[in-house]
């Protein structure tokens, strides 16, 4: 039985994509629990400083600018580590305006993280995969399991070269774990929201377009009839799935990850609404023609009963209290948007 | 309804990565049917000069040495020409030994060969593709047709990689289709075998392994038990396929170009048997560890009947024919091996 455990406390993690959502709840969760250093590494393309500003000046932080496509940078950035995180990716949004520069980053770029991490013998890689793995459309419903497949007809071609590209990424750690030993945990996250949100997730970005409707008295939009599933997962579960993963005996296998339950559009439109202390009824509008807007078909559930299995993981924050973390953090002040 | 018909009379053609077993014998369909040129585009790294040797003084062929990964040559190789056929890619064998080289061919190599095509305002491009974008293993069973999802599940990493890629090639002419109109059909190729036969295809090598063992008096070797199924399409076949894709009216499409019938492993060697003029019978052995075998499930079938509808193609020419031309071109001078 492989025992690849890389406790926290003591060690030194790198955080590939780091000025993130994800990067910043991850690089405090794994502070908080000892860690000797964490370094975040972006070149500051999508993260921001504003990601990163609450954490800037911890001691044990440290903050290199540099390009997942330079692996000069990478090698350098894993110098002295021994466990790694790679959430560098351009999502389906971003793949659809520049799908020259997703599939770069998605694909070469995971391949320059593996083989910084190969050459500076880390101990353990964490990628972050995506339930795009299971693709879209009417095919993917019921429980979405590890092993349900990819379905892709009447997507989007950037949402499939998105899924795809996370398919590749997850294959490149299964290959230099075969080749080389390198021990990985795969987590396919749902979709993450919480403090410190950004823009730029399509599923997410509806949580705030809503919010930001009922604000100003408007009535929130619901696309279609309202019974689309979406299941996301809130960043503080993800940051502990993320520490697990290294503390974890477990390597050369993939998770899901993703909150308590899946939820409606119609359902998330009211417990916003609800959460904002009310507000007018939702408008049922059609879908935006020419927007990229990942449908999902019937009814799913992305089941995590696996990485409870596999890592002991499973999600606390339910949507109403996450929702709620995150109402208060848009009315902080440093919810603020530039 | 839209008309992207190509004639072939009178019309250039790039044919990227044409020193090949389909490249050449396509080639000779495109001239056979009054091509204005035929441009053979390769680098030789996988193409031969001898897989090109029948055709090299014909007086509207032309062979240009270039390389999917710089633009610039598929810049001017395309200039002048009306449609382009994209084969250049890495399959699962060689994608095993260099994934790195494999996933810039099969992705960033169909972007910069789209992107000569968009540039010089080519008409049509046919896509090479595979039935790989339906994966491997115990899910893939009963008829496979364009919807059916990816499976990957317990498949070796090259083999899912090399899927994977193929479903990001496809996903990028409709991409293109969408963003600047380039017409494209994505013809799904099943394992390719006939005359000029190459040595890397991991199902179409076993033809020829099979076949040399039978000629040296040894047995025949069967791995597993036999009945795992094969879907072959002779080269032939193919050719026709792809010069059927231009001529059609049909854009914006991907559809399966197989065989006959599928036929299962302990039949294929009966056959190889037989038509080599007898020989001892077959010897059942376990898997070669190591060793990237390509194991299907279930027995499967490929549908071609969406390709009949969509295009007017059928495969013709079934097993028997199509092992019987490839052994008479194995022993005819042509054949014999460097």
Not at 2 to 7: G, H, S, T
Not at 257 to 266: E, R
Not at 280 to 308: C, D, M, Q, W, Y
Request: aromatic share 8%.
């Amino acid at each position: 039985m492989p025992d690849a455990a890389l406790p926290i406390a003591g060690h030194r993690f790198l955080i590939v994509g780091g000025a993130s959502l994800v990067g910043s709840a991850t690089a405090g969760e794994l502070l908080d629990h000892g860690a000797a250093e964490v370094v975040l590494f972006d070149n500051f393309s999508f993260g921001s400083e504003q990601a990163v500003a609450h954490l800037r000046d911890h001691p044990r932080l440290r903050l290199i600018r540099g390009d997942v496509m330079r692996l000069p940078d990478l090698l350098r950035a894993a110098e002295g580590c021994h466990g790694a995180l790679l959430l560098a990716a351009y999502m389906t949004l971003s793949m659809d305006r520049d799908p020259w520069g997703g599939l770069d980053v998605n694909i070469r770029g995971v391949q320059n993280a593996l083989e910084a991490a190969r050459a500076n013998r880390l101990r353990k890689v964490v990628f972050a995969s995506s339930n795009a793995v299971y693709g879209y459309g009417p095919g993917v419903s019921g429980e979405l399991v590890e092993t349900t497949p990819f379905h892709s007809h009447g997507a989007p071609p950037a949402a499939i070269l998105y899924g795809a590209s996370k398919i590749i990424g997850e294959q490149l750690c299964r290959d230099y774990h075969r080749r080389h030993g390198l021990d990985y945990v795969v987590l396919r996250y749902s979709t993450v929201y919480g403090e410190r949100q950004h823009y730029r997730a399509a599923n997410a970005l509806y949580i705030i377009e809503t919010y930001d409707r009922i604000r100003r008295g408007e009535r929130p939009q619901v696309f279609g009839d309202g019974s689309e599933t979406k299941h996301f997962v809130y960043v503080g579960d993800l940051a502990r799935a993320n520490r697990m993963a290294f503390e974890s005996a477990a390597t050369d296998v993939a998770v899901n990850t993703s909150g308590p339950a899946p939820i409606t559009t119609l359902e998330l439109v009211k417990l916003v609404t609800e959460l904002a202390g009310g507000g007018p009824e939702p408008e049922f509008v059609g879908n935006e023609p020419g927007k990229v807007r990942l449908t999902s078909g019937g009814a799913f559930r992305i089941a995590h009963e696996e990485a409870e299995r596999v890592l002991g993981w499973k999600p606390l924050v339910d949507m109403r209290e996450g929702l709620d973390r995150l109402i208060a953090w848009f009315n902080s002040n440093e919810g603020k948007r530039p």
